[in-house]
């Protein structure tokens, strides 16, 4: 009985010091030393991700990935710092950077985007497409191809009460699928 006890105290001591060392490698990631990129370094990441979304959510201006400097930006609103985050990742670290003072948390500016289909609509009836750019807390609208003076971004700025950037792009329209 005591070497049971044992045997299960040494399973809870390694399992908790493997978890405080290593970061949990995806199962469908190569087994080497080499640091992650690109789509690695999002899978990798993911984790660390969804957790800064969760613990930040009532501060949340937007979250991005800068991989060429194996960093997560995190913008917040408000003016309390937040020190910076190490992890450690296969084949180096991973840093985690704070940006605060935002204006907009990213489910006020979907708010927005939601509940203002008709003055959009209405200030450029070729738009598309809305979403939130994370990086710079703008709502970003897409437009067809057509001359759009700054005056209309200005007056949809303010009347949507947040910054707005327009985009002009074509549409996608999506085509129906072919059988082979």
């Known amino acids: 009985m005591k070497c049971l006890g044992i045997a299960v105290l040494l ?8 978890a405080a060392d290593v970061t949990p490698r995806p199962a ?13 370094l999002e899978l990798v990441t993911g984790p660390i991700a969804a957790r800064l979304r969760e613990q930040y959510r009532g501060r949340l201006a ?3 990935i800068e991989r060429d400097q194996r960093r997560i930006v995190v913008r917040l609103t408000g003016d309390r710092p937040v020190a910076p985050e190490t992890h450690r990742v296969r084949g ?13 948390t990213v489910g006020e500016l979907n708010q927005v985007i939601a509940s203002s289909a008709e003055k959009i609509a209405e ?8 979403y939130v750019d ?9 437009v067809a191809p057509d001359p759009v003076p700054e005056g209309k971004r200005t007056a949809l700025a303010g009347a949507l009460g947040v910054p ?13 699928a072919t059988r082979k």
Do not use: M, S
């Open 11 to 18: 399973c809870f001591v390694t399992g908790y010091t493997q």
């Open 28 to 40: 469908n990631l190569p087994e080497n030393n080499a640091a992650p990129t690109g789509e690695e």
């Open 62 to 64: 937007g979250l991005f």
């Open 92 to 104: 180096g670290e991973l840093q985690v950077v704070f940006q605060p003072n935002a204006q907009h």
């Open 123 to 130: 200030a450029l009836p070729t738009a598309h497409a809305r």
């Open 134 to 142: 994370e990086r710079t807390g703008e709502v970003v609208i897409a």
């Open 164 to 176: 707005v950037r327009i985009v002009v792009e074509d549409p996608v329209v999506p085509q129906p």
